[in-house]
Nanobody, 122 residues
Framework: WQLVESGGALVQPGESLRLSCTLS?????????IGWFRQAPGKEREAISC??????NYADSVKGRFTISSNNATNTVYLQMSTLKPEDTAVYYC?????????????????WGQGTQVTVSS
């Protein structure tokens, strides 16, 4: 099973960016929960958004700015990020887990991608 993130870039504060997570080897995307996480230098990895069927969760730090969505036909999960701030700078990871995995319980997500770098700087 493989997860590949893409879309990371260097952007200026206030700009938008869309990350993609393409999953392979997963028979049906809607059987799983998919999450987006990030890790900034010197900080612990944090959960920022998760989706399972039609249910979504967001960390307070990104609520109202980030939107998670999925395309079951292409096995791709997106993270649309808007009004980006310098503090959003981090490596962003996607992960897959059982449908009932708690979004914020990072240690309970079994499958991870390699990450994509997002840098927000003027």
């Amino acid at each position: 099973w493989q997860l590949v993130e893409s879309g990371g870039a260097l952007v200026q504060p206030g700009e938008s960016l869309r990350l993609s997570c393409t999953l392979s080897g997963f028979r049906r995307l809607d059987y799983f929960a998919i999450g987006w996480f990030r890790q900034a230098p010197g900080k612990e990895r944090e959960a920022i958004s998760c989706i399972a069927t039609d249910s979504t969760n967001y960390a307070d730090s990104v609520k109202g700015r980030f939107t998670i969505s999925s395309n079951n036909a292409t096995n791709t999960v997106y993270l649309q990020m808007s009004t980006l701030k310098p503090e959003d700078t981090a490596v962003y990871y996607c992960a897959a887990g059982p449908h009932v995995v708690p979004c914020m319980a990072i240690s309970e997500w079994p499958f991870w991608g390699q990450g994509t770098q997002v840098t927000v700087s003027s």
